[in-house]
């Protein structure tokens, strides 16, 4: 892509030629973190200087990769911005948002507890952006207030995804992971979760640190601590509001399936409250996002020597280079001086971004590794488009009982020459060969030499829901995608679904 030159120099400059190094802001046991200047657009960023060596020493090099990989995909005002990563022999820099007043838990330590309405306040950005994440299909498992950051105009920004799971339908999550204090009870229990409840703890662990200025769980002894957050052994303090007494508690519920959920907590009186306008409607999906331009800032860019189509279509594919560093650069401190924080840009793509959009416009879902999502035999794909208040339904959906629907199951595996073996009454682990007729003895897993590009290897899972319906999940194990997904509408077909 055309634009102009970087400058020479030797060490982090060779490197870095786009910025210009400022001061250390921290140290931590891999790298360090400093702020910087985007020479083109004079904005600062903080650079994340990892040291590749330390990395792979302390065995962390998974936990960085996640970070990276979502912090990549994410818009969103309440999170942290990752505008590059550069990479060299030695190090990995990782240019990020400047955040200046450091961390909310620092903000509560020197305030103790908060005023209800300012409180309010971080709680509605907080949810957004878990919110955000949650329909992006991430579950971050370790908020807290040291994770959540506070810009120059006290505005959350969610940090530190290096926990983070990206949600794989059918995989429950058996990480202990996070901040003991934070932790639902469910993950330090080491019990299998699905994920996005368990952040919901974690925001009514948070709503109560800004409220009373103390945790609900805490003990020295952590055996005694684990057992408090078991048991949901809390207490609410009397100056608490009627509102937060009702809300609090159940964001609180040991049992993760009778946990309050965001779409609910979106819907509580006391969230409701002097909500922004920003923040009463989800947030644009990424892919719309993406296809909103802004002219204004693009032809900033286009004057700094960047080719206009190129640029144009580097944004649309949301691809990184020099020339969308400066657009993203140019527009994030835009929305940041304009009134209202994120300004009217932010607002219009939030008013009108799905509103007018035709369902012949909305992007289609990316290829994923499993079985498009139906509710009763409706589409609802995997991760749909629509801003609506909607439960997750992945997989199909069927109120018939289980042993009925495990046979029409094993029929249809049948006809497709599908071989399976049993791992319990609703689980099965399957082999399919593309291209190959009549795999009678269906009931065993077969080990024939076959290519591995013509392999499909997948599990079949029944799941009890909350209303009590029976959701069937199918998820690919190995073999390549779109063979798996040829096999998915095939297999749909012989249940009738399509």
């Known amino acids: 892509m055309d634009g102009p030159t970087g400058r020479g120099g030797t060490g982090v400059d060779m490197f870095l030629p786009n910025y210009k190094l400022g001061k250390t802001l921290g140290i931590g046991s891999f790298g360090k973190v400093k702020i910087a200047e985007h020479v083109l657009t004079g904005h600062k960023v903080a650079i994340k200087i990892l040291n590749r060596r330390k990395i792979k020493n302390m065995e962390m090099e998974e936990k960085v990769r996640r970070e990276i990989k979502i912090l990549r995909l994410f818009m969103h005002p309440h999170i942290i911005r990752l505008y590059e990563v550069i990479e060299t022999p030695t190090d990995i820099y990782v240019v990020m948002e400047y955040v200046k007043s450091g961390e909310l838990f620092d903000y509560i330590v020197e305030k103790g507890r908060l005023q209800e309405d300012e409180a309010r306040n971080f709680f509605q950005q907080i949810i957004s952006g878990v919110e955000y994440c949650h329909r992006n299909m991430v579950v971050h498992r370790d908020l807290k207030p ?10 959350v920004k969610i940090a530190d995804f290096g926990l983070s799971n990206i949600m794989r339908d059918g995989h429950f999550l058996k990480t202990s992971c996070g901040s003991p204090n934070y932790a639902a009870p469910e993950v330090i229990s080491g019990k299998l979760y699905a994920g996005p409840e368990v952040d919901v703890w974690s925001c009514g662990v948070i709503l109560y640190a800004l409220l009373c200025g103390t945790l609900p769980f805490d003990d020295e002894n952590i055996p005694n601590l684990f057992k408090k957050i078991k048991g949901g052994i809390y207490t ?14 159940r964001m609180l519920v040991v049992d993760p399936m009778k946990r309050m959920t965001i779409p609910e907590i979106r819907q509580h009186p006391w969230f409701q409250a002097h909500l922004p306008r920003y923040l009463a409607v989800p947030p644009p999906d990424t892919t719309q996002q993406a296809k909103k331009i802004d002219e204004e800032i693009l032809q900033e860019v286009v004057k700094m020597g960047f080719d206009r189509n190129q640029l144009v279509e580097s944004l649309r594919n949301r691809i990184q280079n020099e020339g969308t560093v400066a657009y993203y650069l140019l527009l994030d401190n835009r929305f940041r001086v304009s009134s209202g924080y994120l300004g009217a840009e932010f607002q219009e793509i939030m008013d009108t971004g799905f509103n007018r959009m035709h369902s012949s416009e909305m992007a289609a879902p990316a290829v994923g590794h499993r079985i498009p999502g139906y509710m009763d035999c409706q589409g ?7 801003p609506v208040e909607r439960k997750w339904a992945l997989g199909l959906q069927s109120r018939a009982h289980p042993r009925e629907i495990m046979t029409e199951v094993l029929k249809a595996l049948q006809e497709l020459n599908v071989c399976w073996k049993k791992i319990g009454h609703y689980n099965m682990k399957c082999r399919w060969v593309a291209g190959i007729l ?8 077969e080990n024939d030499s076959v290519s591995k590009s013509n392999v499909v290897k997948f599990e079949v899972q029944l799941y009890k829901t909350r209303e009590e319906k029976y959701l069937l999940d199918l998820q690919r194990v190995q073999g390549p995608q779109f063979l798996f997904l040829d096999l998915c509408a095939s297999f749909l077909a012989q249940l009738r679904v399509l």
């Open 438 to 445: 009549g795999h009678h003895d269906s009931n065993i897993i």
């Open 236 to 249: 609410l303090p009397s100056h608490l509001s009627h509102g937060a007494r009702d809300l609090i508690p």
């Open 380 to 386: 609802v794909g995997l991760r749909p488009q629509f």
């Open 146 to 155: 040291e994770n959540l950051l506070l810009d120059s105009k006290c505005n």
